[in-house]
């Protein structure tokens, strides 16, 4: 399985990571904030589905660009999969003919832009020869960490979370577990400010893995810009052999 964090800033300097993208095996995205801007318009028409974990921007920034850089005449569409919740805000507040035109409305009996397919918890479903389940996750919106499983292997990406609990209890019962994507947004001084966002500190991100009873890789994501390099230094400093901050654009491969 190939999954790879998709870039999301521009020019010279260090690579920050803004906005968040994961494609995995080249056809599918978990999330959509920076996936719609990859300059190759030939790896966005490969992508045939879309997941949504929650619809905070940074998560569906560019989306819209997505559909409209993918489409062609005819029933061939991107299937963008997210929960009643999360579909409920595309609908409403971004494919409102406001924000964006209403996709939906947009097609005819000839041609479609969008397919909206709701997801609920733990009902996994099938993309070709993957399948992902969709885990709560505990955000300040609803939100879902997903598991991602190509019958071999299997990775999850958490997304956005507190402290959380059940997406821990689906992991440990996975044996072909390999990686975790788990979300370290601010340093520990700022714990008041993760918490009541709905984030992890290093401090807190040590805790949540040490709930998973299995032994894996765990890549550091989402981390706050701003905050890149004491949230690194102190991911150092937690001393977890398996741990690494994930790289924008580099391919990770699990078998």
Not at 37 to 50: E, H, P, T, Y
Not at 102 to 116: N, P, R, S, V
Not at 135 to 146: E, I, N, R, S, W
Request: with cysteine; charged share 20%.
């Amino acid at each position: 399985m190939k999954v790879k964090l998709v870039g999301s800033s521009v020019g010279g300097g260090p690579a920050r990571q803004f906005l968040t993208s994961y494609l995995i095996d080249d056809t599918l995205a978990i999330d959509a904030g920076s996936v719609g801007f990859m300059s190759s318009l030939d790896a966005q028409r490969r992508i045939n589905a879309v997941f949504l974990s929650h619809a905070h921007m940074d998560h569906v920034a560019s989306l819209p660009m997505l559909l409209d850089n993918v489409f062609r005449p005819g029933h061939d569409c991107v299937v963008v999969y997210g929960s009643a919740t999360v579909l409920d805000c595309l609908r409403h507040d971004l494919f409102n003919d406001r924000i964006w035109p209403d996709l939906q409305q947009l097609g005819d009996d000839e041609h479609t832009f969008i397919k909206l397919v709701e997801l609920h918890d733990h009902q996994s479903v099938s993309c070709g020869r993957l399948n992902i389940t969709p885990v709560p996750l505990d955000h300040a919106v609803p939100t879902h960490g997903f598991l991602v499983d190509d019958g071999e292997c299997s990775i999850a990406i958490a997304s956005d979370t507190r402290a959380t609990h059940a997406i821990w209890q689906v992991l440990s019962r996975q044996a072909n577990l390999r990686a975790v994507f788990l979300e370290a947004s601010f340093p520990n001084s700022l714990t008041w400010l993760a918490e009541q966002s709905g984030h992890l500190t290093p401090a807190q991100f040590a805790e949540e893995a040490k709930k998973l009873e299995a032994d894996v890789e765990w890549l550091a994501v989402h981390i706050k810009a701003n905050h890149q390099a004491e949230v690194a230094a102190e991911l150092q400093a937690l001393g977890m052999d398996r741990l690494q901050i994930a790289e924008a654009d580099r391919e990770y491969k699990f078998s």
